[in-house]
């Protein structure tokens, strides 16, 4: 069908299909239908790749900055405040390394799906250029390894730590960080970059600890059991369970691998199209001077409606985000204004599965029933088409999911599935409270932690800054702008942070906090700003993590929390704000004002002091 052959009868189907579709999903529970992988499923989070032998001395010292979580975030606020002039920066990161989500996901056919010119880092700061217009993990995760070698990251950085609690004492002006290490590292300045989809999750159903064969979560790959070659899965019988964004990227890089593949459906994804291309010999020679931040906006606005003369990247996404804007543009209702748009986009990709998939009852089941973007998009060539191998079972769950798991394999619709692999697709603890997917509380002044002040959403100025946390900045999605380039918004962020930590030094100022209008302002731009459109788009969506699991109204849904003009006006707010030199809104405090700093000379000389200066 065309888009034009699109009519009113048809979009009536549609939305009948679609209210259908979503009624079989709904759950009360919303995220409570999930389980951590804490306590006794804490297996599931074991780090493949650190050494498990790893130990050292606790640390007990003093610096200027330390960063909690060593992902793009981290490193990019690293980078940013070695250019402001600071050195004694600590970065206390969980994993065995830098990377973030790349450090963690290994999984086969692991990719960005952002195109990587402008997913990846700093590249003209480090003279790099991917081999191809979507990289691999490898790659990705060696770029950010460099990032943490240039900007002398390393030296700082405490690996295979976990931070457990950070409290703000008042007397000497510094955060006080404790570690599962037995760290006591007390700091200037706080920089909380902790990632938001790093904690994985599995469904609540009953039998998961009872399965006899292996099982692990994607994000956590087994490689000793896999090998490197998938060997360790050869004549297996695997199941994975979850078809988002990463079991589509896992199945088709495994199926050719194992005995018999099963895949486990709940939702069917969108798969768009790829097209992955190596960069070419030339692609980096016509490049000026500022390419990356061009580019970068470039796609943020493209995808956001933000009118541009050429789309740069010109991929699937970039292509899809702008016909559904063009229709929704200057409409008071954009959600409504663009739904034929939507319906014909969605027609498309269900055609695409009647094109690939040669077996008509698993085309049928692999076809979404949904609006674009109820769920984050897919784009992957090998999907689909991996369901016409010998070895590929589709078991659609009919939108229930898996009810038990046995020591055998898997139940659905009363009947037993066996297998000798299980692996959960199922990804992350994520849209739940700020403090919920995180390994401590902040306790801020008055001892009042942040799970107390946020019980009722999240309450920052410009998503940086939040109030009783002095000195603490919040990296990430918390009431910022949000552009499905992380990268863009963290990079963003981090360079607003660098010129902020270095007015404060310029200014002599030693505390540095939102004041109580400011953050008020903020919180009712976010939350009055919120579209009604939008809202209602996201209530007749099926559930996703973008829904807050089928309930939008949510205050910790993933996205409650943005910048209601969108990425690219809310980096101009910022830019505006840095350009007026003024810091208004915030409160500060000269350095030296403070107790302790007063009485520095008579102090303990308990602490250490690291200063980044090389050794
Ligand atoms: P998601 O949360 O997107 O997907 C989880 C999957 O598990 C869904 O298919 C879900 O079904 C399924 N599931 C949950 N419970 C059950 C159940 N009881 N029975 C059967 N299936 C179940 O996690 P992902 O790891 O796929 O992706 C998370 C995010 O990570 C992405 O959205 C993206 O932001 C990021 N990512 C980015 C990549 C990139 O850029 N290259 C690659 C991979 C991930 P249902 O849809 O019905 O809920």
């Given at each position: 069908?065309?888009?034009?052959q699109?009519?009113?009868?048809?979009?009536e189907?549609a939305r009948?299909?679609?209210?259908r579709?979503?009624?079989?999903?709904v759950?009360?529970?919303g995220?409570e239908?999930?389980?951590?992988?804490?306590?006794?499923?804490?297996?599931?989070q074991?780090?493949?790749?650190?050494d498990?032998g790893?130990t050292?001395?606790?640390i007990t010292?003093?610096v200027?900055v330390?960063?909690v979580?060593?992902?793009?975030?981290?490193?990019?606020?690293g980078a940013?405040?070695?250019?402001?002039?600071?050195n004694?920066?600590?970065?206390?990161?969980k994993?065995?390394?830098?990377?973030?989500?790349?450090?963690?996901?290994?999984?086969?056919?692991?990719?960005?799906?952002t195109?990587?010119?402008?997913?990846?880092p700093?590249?003209e700061?480090?003279?790099?250029?991917?081999?191809e217009?979507?990289a691999h993990?490898?790659?990705?995760?060696?770029?950010?390894?460099?990032?943490?070698?240039?900007?002398?990251?390393?030296?700082?950085?405490?690996?295979?730590?976990?931070?457990t609690e950070?409290a703000?004492?008042?007397?000497?002006?510094?955060?006080?960080?404790?570690?599962d290490?037995?760290d006591?590292?007390?700091?200037?300045?706080?920089?909380?970059?902790?990632?938001?989809?790093h904690?994985?999750?599995?469904p609540?159903?009953?039998?998961?600890?009872?399965?006899?064969?292996?099982?692990?979560?994607t994000?956590?790959?087994?490689?000793e059991y896999a090998?490197?070659?998938?060997?360790g899965l050869?004549?297996?019988?695997v199941?994975v369970?979850?078809?988002?964004?990463t079991?589509?990227?896992?199945?088709?890089?495994?199926?050719?691998?194992?005995?018999?593949?099963?895949?486990f459906?709940?939702?069917?994804?969108?798969?768009?199209?790829?097209d992955?291309k190596?960069?070419?010999p030339?692609w980096?020679?016509?490049?000026e001077?500022g390419?990356?931040?061009?580019r970068?906006a470039n796609f943020?606005a493209?995808?956001?409606?933000?009118?541009?003369?050429n789309?740069l990247?010109?991929?699937?996404?970039?292509?899809?985000?702008?016909?559904l804007?063009?229709?929704?543009?200057?409409?008071t209702?954009?959600?409504?204004a663009n739904?034929?748009?939507?319906?014909?986009?969605?027609?498309r990709?269900?055609?695409?599965v009647?094109?690939?998939v040669?077996?008509?009852?698993?085309a049928a089941a692999?076809?979404?029933?949904?609006?674009?973007?109820?769920?984050?998009?897919?784009?992957?060539?090998?999907?689909l088409?991996a369901?016409?191998?010998?070895?590929?079972?589709?078991?659609?769950?009919g939108g229930?999911?898996?009810?038990?798991?046995t020591?055998d394999g898997?139940?659905?619709?009363g009947?037993?599935?066996?297998?000798?692999?299980?692996i959960?697709?199922?990804?992350?603890?994520?849209?739940?409270?700020?403090?919920?997917?995180?390994?401590?509380?902040?306790?801020?002044?008055g001892?009042?932690?942040?799970?107390e002040?946020?019980?009722?959403?999240?309450?920052?100025?410009?998503?940086?800054?939040?109030?009783g946390f002095?000195n603490?900045?919040?990296?990430?999605?918390?009431?910022?702008?949000?552009?499905?380039n992380f990268?863009h918004?963290?990079n963003?962020?981090?360079?607003?942070l660098g010129?902020l930590?270095?007015?404060?030094?310029?200014?002599?100022?030693?505390?540095?906090?939102?004041?109580?209008?400011?953050?008020?302002?903020?919180v009712?731009?976010i939350?009055?700003?919120?579209?009604?459109?939008?809202?209602?788009f996201?209530?007749?969506?099926t559930?996703?993590y973008?829904n807050?699991e089928?309930?939008?109204?949510d205050?910790?849904?993933?996205v409650?929390g943005?910048?209601?003009?969108?990425?690219?006006?809310?980096?101009?707010?910022?830019?505006r704000w840095r350009?007026?030199?003024?810091?208004?809104?915030?409160?500060?405090?000269p350095?030296?004002?403070?107790?302790?700093e007063?009485d520095q000379?008579t102090?303990?000389?308990?602490m250490?002091?690291y200063?980044?200066?090389?050794?």
């Amino acid at each position: 069908m065309t888009d034009s052959q699109v009519t009113a009868d048809a979009l009536e189907v549609a939305r009948e299909a679609y209210r259908r579709e979503r009624e079989k999903r709904v759950r009360d529970e919303g995220n409570e239908q999930f389980i951590g992988t804490d306590g006794v499923y804490s297996d599931f989070q074991r780090d493949h790749y650190a050494d498990p032998g790893f130990t050292r001395d606790p640390i007990t010292e003093t610096v200027e900055v330390v960063i909690v979580g060593g992902g793009i975030g981290g490193l990019l606020a690293g980078a940013r405040l070695r250019e402001a002039g600071y050195n004694a920066i600590r970065v206390i990161e969980k994993g065995a390394d830098f990377g973030g989500t790349w450090y963690w996901n290994r999984y086969p056919g692991a990719q960005c799906d952002t195109e990587s010119y402008i997913y990846l880092p700093l590249l003209e700061e480090l003279g790099f250029v991917p081999s191809e217009k979507y990289a691999h993990q490898p790659e990705i995760f060696d770029h950010l390894r460099s990032v943490g070698r240039h900007y002398g990251l390393y030296d700082g950085a405490l690996f295979q730590t976990t931070a457990t609690e950070m409290a703000w004492d008042e007397d000497e002006a510094e955060w006080v960080l404790s570690t599962d290490r037995g760290d006591q590292v007390r700091a200037q300045y706080l920089v909380l970059s902790t990632g938001d989809q790093h904690k994985p999750r599995l469904p609540a159903v009953p039998g998961i600890l009872s399965f006899a064969g292996k099982m692990f979560h994607t994000s956590r790959w087994d490689r000793e059991y896999a090998g490197d070659d998938l060997s360790g899965l050869a004549g297996k019988r695997v199941g994975v369970i979850g078809t988002g964004a990463t079991g589509v990227q896992v199945i088709p890089n495994i199926a050719a691998h194992v005995g018999e593949l099963l895949v486990f459906q709940r939702t069917p994804a969108t798969i768009s199209v790829r097209d992955n291309k190596p960069t070419g010999p030339d692609w980096a020679s016509a490049l000026e001077p500022g390419w990356q931040h061009r580019r970068s906006a470039n796609f943020t606005a493209c995808v956001t409606g933000v009118a541009v003369e050429n789309d740069l990247v010109g991929d699937a996404w970039t292509r899809t985000m702008m016909e559904l804007n063009a229709a929704a543009a200057g409409k008071t209702d954009p959600f409504s204004a663009n739904e034929l748009v939507d319906f014909a986009i969605m027609e498309r990709i269900r055609s695409r599965v009647d094109e690939s998939v040669r077996d008509p009852d698993a085309a049928a089941a692999l076809k979404p029933f949904y609006r674009f973007n109820c769920k984050r998009p897919t784009f992957n060539d090998d999907y689909l088409p991996a369901f016409n191998l010998p070895n590929v079972r589709l078991i659609d769950t009919g939108g229930r999911g898996v009810e038990r798991i046995t020591p055998d394999g898997i139940i659905v619709d009363g009947e037993l599935h066996e297998l000798d692999v299980l692996i959960f697709a199922t990804g992350f603890d994520v849209g739940t409270a700020y403090t919920h997917s995180r390994s401590f509380d902040l306790v801020g002044r008055g001892g009042v932690r942040l799970s107390e002040r946020w019980a009722n959403g999240m309450r920052t100025f410009h998503g940086l800054h939040g109030r009783g946390f002095p000195n603490c900045f919040f990296l990430g999605f918390t009431q910022t702008g949000f552009s499905p380039n992380f990268t863009h918004t963290l990079n963003e962020q981090a360079s607003h942070l660098g010129y902020l930590l270095g007015a404060l030094r310029e200014r002599g100022v030693g505390v540095v906090e939102a004041s109580q209008k400011a953050e008020d302002e903020w919180v009712r731009t976010i939350r009055e700003g919120r579209s009604p459109s939008q809202l209602k788009f996201l209530r007749e969506c099926t559930p996703s993590y973008t829904n807050g699991e089928g309930k939008p109204d949510d205050e910790n849904r993933f996205v409650a929390g943005r910048y209601p003009g969108g990425p690219i006006e809310f980096f101009a707010v910022l830019a505006r704000w840095r350009e007026a030199d003024s810091l208004e809104g915030l409160e500060l405090t000269p350095a030296g004002t403070q107790r302790g700093e007063q009485d520095q000379q008579t102090r303990e000389p308990a602490m250490a002091r690291y200063t980044g200066a090389p050794q």
